[in-house]
Protein backbone atom coordinates (compact mmCIF):
# COMPACT_ATOMS: atom_id res chain seq x y z
CA UNK A 1 0.00 0.00 0.00
CA UNK A 2 1.23 3.97 -0.94
CA UNK A 3 1.91 5.83 2.13
CA UNK A 4 2.20 9.39 2.40
CA UNK A 5 2.89 11.15 5.78
CA UNK A 6 2.43 14.26 7.28
CA UNK A 7 4.23 15.18 10.65
CA UNK A 8 1.47 16.50 12.26
CA UNK A 9 -2.58 16.12 12.11
CA UNK A 10 -3.13 19.46 14.31
CA UNK A 11 -0.73 22.16 14.68
CA UNK A 12 -1.20 25.60 16.70
CA UNK A 13 1.04 28.29 15.88
CA UNK A 14 1.49 32.07 15.89
CA UNK A 15 1.58 35.04 13.48
CA UNK A 16 4.74 35.92 12.68
CA UNK A 17 6.39 31.67 13.45
CA UNK A 18 8.05 29.92 11.05
CA UNK A 19 6.47 26.71 10.58
CA UNK A 20 7.48 23.69 8.98
CA UNK A 21 5.49 21.09 7.35
CA UNK A 22 6.88 17.54 6.59
CA UNK A 23 5.39 14.63 4.07
CA UNK A 24 7.02 11.71 3.72
CA UNK A 25 6.45 8.77 1.16
CA UNK A 26 7.51 5.11 0.79
CA UNK A 27 6.69 4.36 -2.39
CA UNK A 28 9.56 5.91 -4.50
CA UNK A 29 7.56 8.49 -5.94
CA UNK A 30 9.09 11.25 -8.35
CA UNK A 31 6.49 13.50 -8.08
CA UNK A 32 5.47 15.38 -5.00
CA UNK A 33 2.48 18.04 -3.97
CA UNK A 34 1.56 20.76 -1.47
CA UNK A 35 -2.18 21.75 -1.62
CA UNK A 36 -4.32 23.74 0.87
CA UNK A 37 -7.99 22.96 1.25
CA UNK A 38 -10.29 25.91 2.41
CA UNK A 39 -14.53 25.54 2.80
CA UNK A 40 -15.89 26.47 -0.59
CA UNK A 41 -11.90 27.12 -2.29
CA UNK A 42 -11.63 23.72 -2.47
CA UNK A 43 -7.84 22.04 -3.35
CA UNK A 44 -5.50 24.46 -4.35
CA UNK A 45 -1.93 23.83 -5.26
CA UNK A 46 0.87 25.98 -3.42
CA UNK A 47 4.10 24.12 -4.84
CA UNK A 48 5.31 21.19 -6.49
CA UNK A 49 8.08 19.20 -7.11
CA UNK A 50 9.26 16.70 -9.87
CA UNK A 51 12.55 15.18 -8.92
CA UNK A 52 15.03 16.08 -5.64
CA UNK A 53 16.16 19.49 -5.29
CA UNK A 54 13.42 20.54 -8.24
CA UNK A 55 10.18 22.40 -7.23
CA UNK A 56 8.02 24.60 -9.34
CA UNK A 57 4.92 26.92 -8.38
CA UNK A 58 1.50 26.06 -8.43
CA UNK A 59 -1.48 28.31 -8.23
CA UNK A 60 -0.92 29.89 -4.31
CA UNK A 61 2.76 30.21 -3.74
CA UNK A 62 3.08 33.78 -2.03
CA UNK A 63 3.46 33.21 1.61
CA UNK A 64 5.25 29.77 1.39
CA UNK A 65 8.46 27.77 0.52
CA UNK A 66 9.81 24.65 -0.09
CA UNK A 67 12.43 22.09 0.20
CA UNK A 68 13.17 18.64 -1.53
CA UNK A 69 16.49 17.13 -0.28
CA UNK A 70 15.77 13.53 -0.27
CA UNK A 71 13.26 12.55 -2.68
CA UNK A 72 11.11 10.52 -0.19
CA UNK A 73 10.50 13.99 1.80
CA UNK A 74 8.77 17.36 0.63
CA UNK A 75 8.59 19.82 3.29
CA UNK A 76 6.17 22.92 3.28
CA UNK A 77 7.80 26.31 4.76
CA UNK A 78 5.68 29.15 6.07
CA UNK A 79 8.23 31.76 6.17
CA UNK A 80 6.29 33.97 8.74
CA UNK A 81 2.82 32.72 9.31
CA UNK A 82 -0.33 34.78 9.28
CA UNK A 83 -4.07 33.90 10.20
CA UNK A 84 -5.29 33.83 6.19
CA UNK A 85 -3.04 30.96 6.48
CA UNK A 86 -5.19 28.89 8.73
CA UNK A 87 -6.30 26.35 6.91
CA UNK A 88 -5.85 22.13 6.03
CA UNK A 89 -2.76 21.45 4.65
CA UNK A 90 -2.36 18.32 2.44
CA UNK A 91 0.68 16.28 0.58
CA UNK A 92 0.29 13.81 -2.26
CA UNK A 93 2.15 12.07 -4.35
CA UNK A 94 2.29 10.09 -7.61
CA UNK A 95 4.79 8.48 -10.42
CA UNK A 96 6.54 10.43 -12.68
CA UNK A 97 6.32 9.45 -16.49
CA UNK A 98 4.26 9.86 -19.33
CA UNK A 99 1.32 7.66 -18.46
CA UNK A 100 -1.57 9.07 -16.21
CA UNK A 101 -0.95 8.27 -12.67
CA UNK A 102 -3.24 9.08 -9.21
CA UNK A 103 -2.00 10.76 -6.57
CA UNK A 104 -1.33 9.39 -2.97
CA UNK A 105 -2.74 11.84 -0.37
CA UNK A 106 -1.40 12.25 3.08
CA UNK A 107 -4.04 12.16 6.63
CA UNK A 108 -3.84 16.29 6.22
CA UNK A 109 -2.42 18.98 8.84
CA UNK A 110 -5.39 21.26 10.22
CA UNK A 111 -2.79 24.74 11.09
CA UNK A 112 -4.50 27.08 13.27
CA UNK A 113 -2.54 30.70 13.09
CA UNK A 114 -3.37 32.87 15.82
CA UNK B 1 -9.53 27.96 -19.93
CA UNK B 2 -9.09 24.61 -18.38
CA UNK B 3 -11.80 23.92 -15.35
CA UNK B 4 -13.61 21.24 -13.86
CA UNK B 5 -17.24 21.62 -12.10
CA UNK B 6 -18.90 19.47 -9.77
CA UNK B 7 -22.69 19.47 -8.88
CA UNK B 8 -24.69 19.34 -6.55
CA UNK B 9 -22.36 21.03 -4.25
CA UNK B 10 -24.21 18.75 -1.55
CA UNK B 11 -26.73 15.83 -1.84
CA UNK B 12 -28.76 14.97 0.98
CA UNK B 13 -30.21 10.73 -0.08
CA UNK B 14 -32.11 8.40 1.99
CA UNK B 15 -30.59 5.41 2.55
CA UNK B 16 -31.36 2.75 -0.63
CA UNK B 17 -32.09 5.94 -3.01
CA UNK B 18 -29.35 5.85 -5.82
CA UNK B 19 -28.75 9.02 -7.21
CA UNK B 20 -25.92 10.68 -9.37
CA UNK B 21 -23.03 13.02 -9.27
CA UNK B 22 -21.63 15.21 -11.97
CA UNK B 23 -18.13 16.14 -12.93
CA UNK B 24 -17.85 18.23 -16.18
CA UNK B 25 -14.78 19.25 -17.29
CA UNK B 26 -13.41 21.89 -20.02
CA UNK B 27 -9.70 20.77 -21.06
CA UNK B 28 -8.31 19.99 -24.38
CA UNK B 29 -6.56 16.45 -24.49
CA UNK B 30 -8.40 14.80 -21.41
CA UNK B 31 -5.08 12.21 -19.90
CA UNK B 32 -7.56 11.11 -17.20
CA UNK B 33 -10.42 12.00 -15.01
CA UNK B 34 -9.84 10.80 -11.34
CA UNK B 35 -12.54 10.37 -8.65
CA UNK B 36 -11.77 10.29 -4.85
CA UNK B 37 -13.57 10.27 -1.65
CA UNK B 38 -12.77 12.26 1.31
CA UNK B 39 -13.68 11.72 4.75
CA UNK B 40 -14.11 14.89 7.25
CA UNK B 41 -10.81 16.24 8.16
CA UNK B 42 -8.76 13.38 6.51
CA UNK B 43 -6.89 13.29 3.09
CA UNK B 44 -8.86 12.10 -0.48
CA UNK B 45 -8.51 8.40 -1.16
CA UNK B 46 -8.45 7.65 -4.49
CA UNK B 47 -11.29 5.79 -5.88
CA UNK B 48 -11.18 5.40 -10.17
CA UNK B 49 -8.88 6.50 -12.99
CA UNK B 50 -10.83 6.47 -16.32
CA UNK B 51 -8.91 7.22 -19.35
CA UNK B 52 -11.48 7.93 -22.03
CA UNK B 53 -14.99 8.37 -23.37
CA UNK B 54 -17.12 5.11 -23.04
CA UNK B 55 -15.52 3.63 -20.03
CA UNK B 56 -16.89 2.50 -16.78
CA UNK B 57 -15.29 1.42 -13.44
CA UNK B 58 -17.22 0.16 -10.61
CA UNK B 59 -16.61 -0.50 -7.07
CA UNK B 60 -19.21 -2.10 -4.70
CA UNK B 61 -22.00 0.91 -5.13
CA UNK B 62 -20.08 3.26 -6.98
CA UNK B 63 -20.08 3.53 -11.03
CA UNK B 64 -17.98 6.30 -12.57
CA UNK B 65 -18.42 6.77 -16.25
CA UNK B 66 -16.96 8.91 -18.72
CA UNK B 67 -18.12 10.95 -22.06
CA UNK B 68 -15.99 13.45 -23.53
CA UNK B 69 -17.18 16.61 -21.56
CA UNK B 70 -18.58 15.41 -18.06
CA UNK B 71 -18.59 12.20 -15.92
CA UNK B 72 -21.11 10.79 -13.55
CA UNK B 73 -20.35 9.12 -10.43
CA UNK B 74 -23.58 6.55 -10.04
CA UNK B 75 -24.33 5.60 -6.28
CA UNK B 76 -26.61 2.54 -6.04
CA UNK B 77 -28.72 1.87 -2.71
CA UNK B 78 -26.49 4.38 -0.56
CA UNK B 79 -25.68 3.67 3.09
CA UNK B 80 -24.72 6.10 5.30
CA UNK B 81 -21.23 4.70 5.85
CA UNK B 82 -21.13 6.26 1.97
CA UNK B 83 -21.70 10.00 3.11
CA UNK B 84 -18.66 12.30 2.11
CA UNK B 85 -17.26 14.50 -0.20
CA UNK B 86 -16.51 13.04 -3.44
CA UNK B 87 -13.89 15.31 -5.77
CA UNK B 88 -13.51 14.80 -9.24
CA UNK B 89 -9.80 15.63 -10.64
CA UNK B 90 -8.26 15.56 -14.33
CA UNK B 91 -4.78 16.04 -15.77
CA UNK B 92 -3.48 18.80 -16.61
CA UNK B 93 -3.01 19.09 -20.25
CA UNK B 94 0.29 20.53 -20.96
CA UNK B 95 1.00 18.82 -17.18
CA UNK B 96 4.56 16.52 -19.21
CA UNK B 97 5.50 14.11 -16.59
CA UNK B 98 4.46 16.29 -13.36
CA UNK B 99 1.24 15.12 -12.80
CA UNK B 100 -0.61 17.79 -12.20
CA UNK B 101 -4.06 17.62 -11.81
CA UNK B 102 -7.05 20.13 -11.75
CA UNK B 103 -9.82 19.64 -8.94
CA UNK B 104 -13.51 20.55 -8.72
CA UNK B 105 -15.04 21.82 -5.70
CA UNK B 106 -16.01 18.41 -4.93
CA UNK B 107 -19.93 16.85 -4.05
CA UNK B 108 -20.61 16.56 -0.63
CA UNK B 109 -23.03 13.62 0.37
CA UNK B 110 -25.26 12.70 3.08
CA UNK B 111 -27.09 9.83 3.34
CA UNK B 112 -29.47 9.27 5.86
CA UNK B 113 -30.82 5.96 7.59
Known amino acids: DVKVTQSSRYLVKRTGEKVFLECVQD?????MFWYRQDPGLGLRLIYF???????EKGDIPEGYSVSREKKERFSLILESASTNQTSMYLC?????????????FGPGTRLTVT | EDQVTQSPEALRLQEGESSSLNCSYT??????LFWYRQDPGKGPEFLFTLYSAGEEKEKERLKATLTKKESFLHITAPKPEDSATYLCAVQAPGSGNTGKLIFGQGTTLQVKP
Open chain 1, 27 to 31: MDHEN
Open chain 1, 92 to 104: ASSPHGQGTYEQY
Open chain 2, 27 to 32: VSGLRG
Open chain 1, 49 to 55: SYDVKMK
